[in-house]
């Protein structure tokens, strides 16, 4: 699931424990993944705020660096909180169908592959008639 970019009134709407935790977990019964939109580090958006309103975690595009969340680990009851997001995620994987399918192979891949596996026989055909009748016109 992926929480909003924007406010609630004057709230995150990453950072709502009513709308995460109260609505969505408690009332719903979501057991997965809470992602936030893209963070940009406006200040605003912040990881700790986002696990203890029940989100797990924050889409960063890599641009701005990553905040942590030193402060929650340092309590018993952040560490708690931290735990909780981590088994929200790890559930999420577990229970994807994703996690039973093949792999999707590129259409290109194949005759890229064959593609290679011709060359690389015209090459090495191509050096040994080379060796072979250099060593001929040498004899």
């Known amino acids: ?27 719903w019964g979501f057991q997965g993944t809470v992602l936030t939109d893209n963070n940009e580090e406006h200040g605003f958006m912040d990881p700790e705020v986002a696990i203890t309103a029940g989100g797990t975690a924050l889409l960063y595009n890599g641009m701005n660096g990553a905040k ?10 952040g560490q708690q ?16 169908y994703a996690t039973e399918l093949e792999p999707a192979q590129a ?3 194949t005759p890229a592959l064959a593609g290679s596996i011709v060359l690389y026989i015209i090459t090495i055909g191509g050096l040994i008639i080379l060796f072979t009748t250099g060593r001929k016109r040498k004899n």
Not at 4 to 10: K, Q, R
Not at 81 to 92: D, I, K, N, V
């Open 1 to 27: 699931m992926m929480s909003s970019y924007n406010n609630l009134g004057t709230t995150w709407a990453g950072g709502s424990k009513a709308l995460l935790t109260n609505v969505l977990r408690n009332e």
């Open 68 to 77: 942590t969340c030193d402060r929650l680990a340092e309590t018993a009851s």
């Open 81 to 96: 909180l931290l735990r909780e997001a981590a088994h929200q995620y790890l559930y999420t994987v577990a229970n994807s």
């Open 107 to 109: 259409l290109w891949r």
